[in-house]
Nanobody, 121 residues
């Protein structure tokens, strides 16, 4: 059974940092593109960042570029999102997702349950 489990969310003041983690299990993700998405209340889910599991190529949304860093640890089947310089507008539920390279970037095959990030002003 494929599982993506996020952790690391919480409440932080504006300007602070958080690191989200995503533990992947149930299959080999060596060829998959891993991504982070977020959804704020009343808004549509939006792309945050992605990277190729093996190649390390990264893509960022313009709103987070320079503040967020996506990374992975292949040996541990983990994906991370380091978030620095957090702003109140970063408040959202953050989701980890995995995309078969044949489906990327239009479709992500697996999703985690999400972790809440709240940034206070």
């Amino acid at each position: 059974q494929v599982q993506l489990v996020e952790s690391g969310g919480g409440l932080v003041q504006a300007g602070g940092s958080l690191r989200l983690s995503c533990a992947a299990s149930g299959r080999t993700f060596s060829s998959y593109v891993m991504g982070w998405f977020r959804q704020a209340p009343g808004k549509e889910r939006e792309f945050v960042a992605s990277l190729t599991w093996s190649g390390g190529t990264t893509v960022y949304a313009a709103s987070v570029k320079g503040r967020f860093t996506i990374s992975r640890d292949n040996a541990k089947n983990m994906v991370y999102l380091q978030m620095n310089g957090l702003k109140p507008e970063d408040t959202a539920v953050y989701y980890c997702a995995a995309s078969n390279p044949d489906h990327y970037p239009t479709f992500y095959d697996y999703w985690g349950q999400g972790t809440q990030v709240t940034v206070s002003s």
